[in-house]
């Protein structure tokens, strides 16, 4: 093999790892119209109740919520999807899409994920719209962001990875407006939840089908009561 060969595969293979990668940032970007940003899945109601009231302790619950419930139920599946919709295999996505609407445990946690995962295809529809049209039905937002997801080239590691950061970004833009928080102490949260993602993203790829689960009382207690706070900001 000659070396204007060996570049050109080397260029072929660095242009294909740019553009998944490029892809998975626009795919978990906080400014994606999908309404990320209208949810604080349960914080708001833990910032009215005193369970969380400065960069502390803010930090200290949305890196147990990282380890405690979105790794072992969100992320997990978002890797299992992945490799169903690569596969094709439709009738294990439909089954894991099933499974997050049956352990959303809250009105607004369900809302919330039905309608992310109605807006990401909505939006896949502009962008992409052949594999938009492999949904074949209503997708709750991990199943609908593994969907995307499968479409890059990107390893699931990887992918899972920025969903993750996204969800961070979300987070702790959340704490800001919530406890409330400045931008410095935002982004000191968001470096906290970077060291973290790695880790949470490993243990999610490595759950098996009956090691998957959504038990977060606290959290649950939290969005019930959030359903009917007086004042709020945020939809969960």
Same mark, same amino acid.
């Given at each position: 093999?000659?070396?204007?060969?060996?570049?050109?595969?080397?260029?072929?293979?660095?242009?294909?790892?740019?553009?998944?990668?490029?892809?998975?940032?626009?795919?978990? %970007?906080?400014?994606?119209?999908?309404?990320?940003?209208?949810? %604080?899945? /349960?914080?708001?109601?833990?910032?009215?109740?005193? #369970?969380? /009231? $400065?960069?502390?302790?803010?930090?200290?619950? #949305?890196?147990?919520?990282?380890?405690?419930?979105?790794?072992?139920?969100?992320?997990?599946?978002? /890797?299992?999807?992945?490799?169903?919709?690569?596969?094709? +295999?439709l009738a294990r996505?439909?089954?894991? $899409?099933?499974w997050i609407l049956?352990?959303?445990?809250? %009105?607004?946690?369900?809302?919330?994920?039905?309608?992310?995962?109605?807006?990401?295809?909505?939006?896949?529809?502009?962008?992409?719209?052949?594999?938009?049209? *492999?949904?074949?039905?209503?997708?709750?937002?991990?199943?609908?962001?593994?969907?995307?997801?499968?479409?890059?080239?990107? %390893?699931?590691? +990887?992918?899972?990875?920025?969903?993750?950061?996204?969800?961070?970004? $979300?987070?702790?833009?959340? =704490?800001?407006?919530?406890?409330?928080?400045?931008?410095?102490?935002?982004?000191?949260?968001?470096? *906290?939840?970077?060291?973290?993602?790695?880790?949470?993203? +490993?243990?999610?790829? /490595? #759950? =098996? +089908?009956?090691?998957?689960?959504?038990?977060?009382?606290?959290?649950?207690?939290?969005?019930?009561?959030?359903?009917?706070?007086?004042?709020?900001?945020?939809?969960?």
């Amino acid at each position: 093999m000659d070396t204007s060969t060996t570049a050109t595969i080397t260029t072929m293979a660095t242009t294909s790892t740019d553009a998944a990668l490029l892809q998975l940032i626009w795919l978990a %970007s906080p400014a994606l119209p999908i309404g990320g940003f209208s949810y %604080s899945e /349960g914080l708001e109601a833990a910032v009215e109740r005193g #369970l969380v /009231g $400065n960069e502390e302790t803010a930090g200290a619950w #949305l890196v147990d919520q990282l380890h405690l419930s979105l790794s072992r139920c969100d992320l997990a599946v978002i /890797g299992e999807a992945i490799a169903a919709w690569r596969s094709a +295999d439709l009738a294990r996505a439909a089954a894991l $899409n099933t499974w997050i609407l049956r352990t959303r445990e809250t %009105s607004e946690l369900r809302q919330q994920t039905e309608q992310m995962g109605r807006s990401l295809i909505e939006w896949l529809k502009t962008v992409q719209p052949e594999v938009a049209e *492999r949904a074949g039905q209503p997708l709750t937002y991990p199943v609908a962001f593994a969907l995307a997801a499968s479409a890059t080239q990107a %390893s699931a590691r +990887d992918c899972l990875l920025a969903f993750a950061f996204g969800w961070a970004e $979300n987070m702790m833009q959340a =704490a800001i407006k919530s406890v409330p928080l400045g931008q410095s102490a935002g982004q000191r949260i968001l470096a *906290r939840l970077a060291a973290e993602i790695p880790a949470a993203v +490993d243990h999610a790829l /490595g #759950l =098996a +089908d009956h090691e998957r689960q959504a038990f977060a009382p606290m959290l649950a207690i939290l969005s019930a009561q959030h359903e009917s706070q007086y004042s709020r900001l945020f939809r969960s």
